[in-house]
């Protein structure tokens, strides 16, 4: 599998597993940063490499898994992706599996010069997303939706291999905007203000950021046009990345 064909079935993993969101964007930093810094000449295992980057970011976000269930969903969710029905049922299998992971851990560590920490945009997307809901008024069917685009859309820009080239405010911003666009939905009174809502919230934000990082997830979806129809449809559901 490619290193696109295997963050897919990391983060149908992470979902399979109920792990926090802020473990998926860990896990994905990690697996991009990996194949950011190794060498092309060198063909590294995409679905290992992935698979270790995700027990890295439990055990870094404290969310706790256990490695053999780990390995038993990541296991069946590759063979799905290749269109075959297999689960994990030999111990042997299991127990070369995880001495894989645990050989690679290493390997990741070493890669990634043993830092570790990213701080993660979810905690300003929250916030901003707060402070527009006061602006947009009561209408809970808009605000829900607003919230829900902007979250979903924050987690697949993380299957980017770019997702840690950005500043996380400007990254909240940026998703919450593309949200705002694809819903058709205007906040009140900006068109006419001095500071827009943007640099309002983020002083440093700017269109040309905020346009870049949107063609960036677009990227992600392959796809370059007005997402409103799509993101109304209950297809967006079962659809969407996460």
Known sequence: ??????ISVLFKSCNELKLQR??????????????????????????L???????LASKV?????NIRNLIAVYYSTMHKERGEEKSLDSLQEYLCLKESIVRCELLVLRMLQFNLNYEKPHKHLRFYLTSLTAWLGKDRQIISRLSHNSKAFLNDFYR?????????????????QFALECNQIKVPYDEKARVHWQQALCEDITEEIIETIIQELCRVYEIYVDLS?????DAYENTHCS
């Open 160 to 176: 980017s291999p770019r997702c840690f080239h950005f500043k996380i405010n400007h990254i909240a911003i940026a998703v919450i």
């Open 22 to 47: 802020e473990t998926w964007c860990a896990a994905a930093v990690y697996f991009h940063r990996f194949f950011e810094q190794c060498s092309s000449s060198i063909a590294y295992d995409a679905n």
């Open 61 to 65: 976000e404290e969310d706790k898994i």
């Open 1 to 6: 599998m490619s290193p696109k064909e295997a």
């Open 49 to 55: 490499i992935a698979a270790t980057c995700l027990y």
């Open 229 to 233: 129809k799509f993101v109304e449809s």
